[in-house]
C-alpha cells in the first residue's frame, strides 16, 4: 500500500492544480485516446455481449454507475454492478460466457479488482479494464484495456482521473452503438468556462463551512454525480454528506429533512431532471436550503445554486459539467475549515482492498 501524502505546502494545491487541468485531459482523450476506444468498442460489438458487469470501488464506482445508466439507456443492454466479495471471499464461479465485465480503476492495482477480472476472464467473460495506467496489474490480466490519460493523480481526492473515466466510458458506449462521440466535441471549453467561475464556487461553499450534516441528490444520469460529490465533501472536509436517488429520498430519508438542512439538488437539463421536479417540490415544502446545480430555471427557483451551461449538451454528457463546481466546492469548504484537502486523514491514494 501506498504511504499516504504528505501535506502540500500550500493546502490544496495540488488538488487545485488536478482539477485546471480537466479541459486539457478531456481534450487529449478526444483527440488522442477517441481512436484506441473506438477500435476496442468495434472488437467488444463483434462478439456481441448478452449483457454486461461493472466493478469498481471509491470514486471509479460512481463512474461505473454513470456507464451502467448508458448501457441501459443508450444500448438496451441488461447491466448490474458486481459484488466483488462473491467472488474473492466466497469463491462463486458463475458462468460469464458472452458477458462484457467492465472493471473501472484509476490505478489498476487493488487486489479485489485484479482478482475479480482474472476470474471473470477465466469464467468466459469479455473482461475491459479502464484505468490510467496500462502498465497495472488490472490491464494485464483483462483481455481489452482503455487508457483514460489523465496523467499521474497525485493529490488523494480523485479529480481529473473521474471525468476522464466519464469520457472514456461515454466513448466506449457510443463506440458499441456506432456512434462517433462527436457531442463530447463541446466538454473541454464548457469545462473551462465552469473551473474558471470558482468565485461563485467560493461564495457558495461559505454557507456549507460549518454544517454538520448534508444531503446531495438528483435522479437518472445526475444520481452517480450526487453520490461523487458527497465522496468528495467526506473524503475532504469530513462533513457527513448522503447521497440518494430524489425516489429513494421521498421513501423515508426525507424526515431527516427540516429548515436548516441544507440540500444540493443536481438538476440534469432532461428526463432526469423532470423525474426530479415532485423531489425539488417537497424539499421546498419542509423548508430546505436548497441548492440547485443545474440550469437556470432551476436555480432560479431554488435559494441558491450554480447554473450550468447545458445548452445543445445532451443529457448524458451532463455529468462530466456537473461534477466540475461540486469539486471546487468540496475545495472550498475544505479551505475555508482550515483542512488540506490533498491530503485527507486515513487515506492512501491507492487501496488495496480483497
Known sequence: MEAPSMPSERPGRIMSGEMAEQPAVLRRILEEGAPRIREVASAIAARSPRFVLLAARGTSDNAALYTKYLLEIRLGLPCGLTSMSTTTAYGARPDLTDVLVITVSQSGGSPDLVASAKAAREAGAITLAVTNNPDSPLAAVSEFHIDILAGQEKALPATKTYTASLLSLYLLVEGLRGGDGAAAKVLPELAALVLSRQDEVRQLASRYRFAERMVITSRGYGYPTAKE???????????????????????????????????????????????????????????????????????????????????GVPEELQPILEILPLQLLAYEVTIARGQDPDAPRALAKVTETR
Not at 458527497?230 to 430524489?246: F, R, V
Not at 432532461?270 to 423531489?279: D, R, S, T
Request: net charge negative; aromatic share 4%.
Open 229 to 311: 460529490a458527497a465522496l468528495k465533501l467526506m473524503e475532504t472536509s469530513y462533513i457527513p454528506a448522503l447521497s440518494y436517488s430524489g425516489a429513494d429520498l421521498l421513501h423515508g430519508p426525507l424526515a431527516m429533512v427540516d429548515n436548516i438542512s441544507p440540500v444540493i439538488a443536481v438538476v440534469t437539463d432532461g428526463k432526469g431532471g423532470e423525474a426530479l421536479q415532485p423531489v425539488l417540490d417537497r424539499l421546498r415544502g419542509r423548508g430546505a436550503d436548497l441548492v440547485v446545480i443545474g440550469p437556470q430555471p432551476q436555480v432560479d427557483a431554488a435559494s441558491g445554486g450554480f447554473v450550468l451551461p447545458t445548452d
